[in-house]
Structure formats: structure tokens, C-alpha cells
């Protein structure tokens, strides 16, 4: 049934192209009720295939020989710019959980083990984040000794090295 409509179709398709000539359509021959459906027999004349002409060898028309060949240009990058460094697998797996599972209703799929820690994890940023808060702070008030050992002192050492090179510019 889908053979007879598929090609049903193809000859409907076939129907904006320009005429065939005469003899060369499928024609119907029957069409019956079977027990999978309406089945219809067409009649598809033989296929002629003709050779294509052979594709001339002409030679090409020369391009002109006023004009200089092109000189290869080469794209560097700039030597200014700094890459940005790659992420740390661990740091993206940790947002991600994070963000899943810290604050997640009953309904999320976080197990347990998921949940609690994300929360110590979400526990530690916010720590982080509060030092950073208070260590910048105490940079902008000019007050960079106490800043760098307040750092020291939250363990961030990262973050110390930082505002001491921060400090050490500073005017």
C-alpha cells in the first residue's frame, strides 16, 4: 500500500516537470482490495540511458598578467592580551552541584550524600566570599598590613598575595 502511494506521489511530484514524451509514464494496471489494504500494479516502460557528450578539452582562458600575485598573509594574535586560564574540572563539578543541589526542593534528583555536600560547599564559599568582603575592604581603607594578615588568618593565601601585590602598587 505505502509502495503504491509512495509512487502515486512521485508521479504527482513529477507532474510540474516538463512532459514526458510518449510511452515513457507508468501505467496503471489494477488496483484491488487484499488483506493488508489496496494494492495497485503499474505498468513502468523500460529505461533508455544515453551517453552524455564527451566534455570539450578547451583549453582555459590565461588570466591576465598585469597583476602581482597576492603575498600570503599570516593572522597572529595579539601578544597583549592574556589568555584566560582553563577551568578546573573540580571547580566547575563543585558549581554544579552547588547550584543543583544546595537549595533543591524534594522533588530534585539529588541523593543525600549530594545534598549535604553541597551545602558544606555553598557553607565555604559564602566564608570565602565574606574574608574577600572584609580583606578588600580593609585594602581600600589603606590599612593593607591588616588586610594581608586578616587573609592569613581566614587561610586564604591566595587572596593574601594578592593584596600584597595589590599594596605593593599602590602609591
Sequence with gaps: ????????????????????PEGS?????????????????YRVPDSFYRAAPAPSLAAAPAPPATEPPLAPVIASPPQDEPLAPAADPE??????????CADASWLSLCTPGDRR??????????AREALR????????DGECDQAVRTALEGGDLDLARD????????P
Design 163 to 170: 593584596i600584597r601585590a595589590f599594596c605593593a602598587r599602590a
Design 133 to 140: 568582603l572584609s580583606v578588600t575592604k580593609l585594602a581600600a
Design 91 to 100: 571547580a566547575v563539578r563543585q558549581a554544579k552541584l552547588i547550584r543543583r
Design 117 to 126: 555536600e553541597a551545602n558544606a560547599l555553598k557553607a565555604a564559599a559564602e
Design 1 to 20: 500500500m505505502f509502495t503504491a502511494l509512495g509512487f502515486a506521489l512521485a508521479l504527482f511530484a513529477q507532474a510540474g516537470d516538463p512532459p514526458a
Design 25 to 41: 509514464q507508468a501505467t496503471l494496471q489494477s488496483c484491488e482490495l487484499e488483506a493488508e489494504g489496496w494494492v495497485c500494479r
